[in-house]
C-alpha cells in the first residue's frame, strides 16, 4: 500500500509541475524541453524576460527574478525590469536567489543557498552570498541525467 501511495504522490507532482510549466510558458517565460522546476520554486513572469534552457535542473525554495521593485530609488531612470537566462544542463541548488539581469552558462552548477548576482560562465561551479566562482570544470561535460532514476 506504501509503494501505491507514493507512486500515486509521484505522478500528482509530475502533473502538477506540467501546469506550473505551462503557466510559466504562457506567462513569457521560455522553458526548454526536460527541464524540472520543483513546486516549491518561484519564477518571476510579471515582468521582466526569462529564459531557461532545456534539461535544467531548478530545486525547491529558488527564486528567480526578473526585475528589482527597488530599482527606482537607486537610479530613477531605471523602471526595475530585467531578465534571465539560464542555459542548458544548469542545475540550482535549494534555497538560491537568482537575481535580474544575470546570465548564467550551460553546465553551471550553482550552490545552495547562493545569491547569483553577476554572470556566471559556462562550466561553473559557484556557491554563496554573493556568488563567486570556485572551480571550473573543462570540457566536455556531463549532462544531467534525462530520466531521474525511482528509486522507491
Not at 544542463?89 to 548576482?117: E, L, P, Y
Request: aromatic share 6%.
Amino acid at each position: 500500500m506504501k509503494f501505491l501511495i507514493r507512486k500515486f504522490i509521484h505522478h500528482l507532482g509530475n502533473l502538477l509541475r506540467f501546469f506550473q510549466i505551462s503557466f510559466l510558458r504562457a506567462s513569457g517565460a521560455k522553458i526548454g524541453k526536460n527541464t524540472m522546476i520543483s513546486l516549491g520554486a518561484k519564477i518571476d513572469v510579471r515582468r521582466g524576460q526569462i529564459s531557461i534552457g532545456s534539461n535544467c535542473l531548478i530545486t525547491h525554495g529558488c527564486y528567480i527574478l526578473s526585475h528589482d521593485g527597488a530599482a527606482h530609488v537607486i537610479d530613477s531612470d531605471d523602471d526595475g525590469t530585467g531578465f534571465v537566462t539560464i542555459g542548458d544542463h544548469v542545475f540550482i541548488g535549494v534555497n538560491t536567489v537568482v537575481m535580474r539581469n544575470v546570465s548564467i552558462g550551460n553546465h553551471a552548477i550553482i550552490g545552495a543557498g547562493s545569491v547569483v548576482n553577476k554572470d556566471i560562465p559556462e562550466g561553473a561551479i559557484a556557491a554563496g552570498n554573493p556568488v563567486r566562482i570556485l572551480k571550473q570544470l573543462k570540457p566536455p561535460f556531463k549532462s544531467l541525467p534525462k530520466v531521474h532514476k525511482d528509486l522507491s
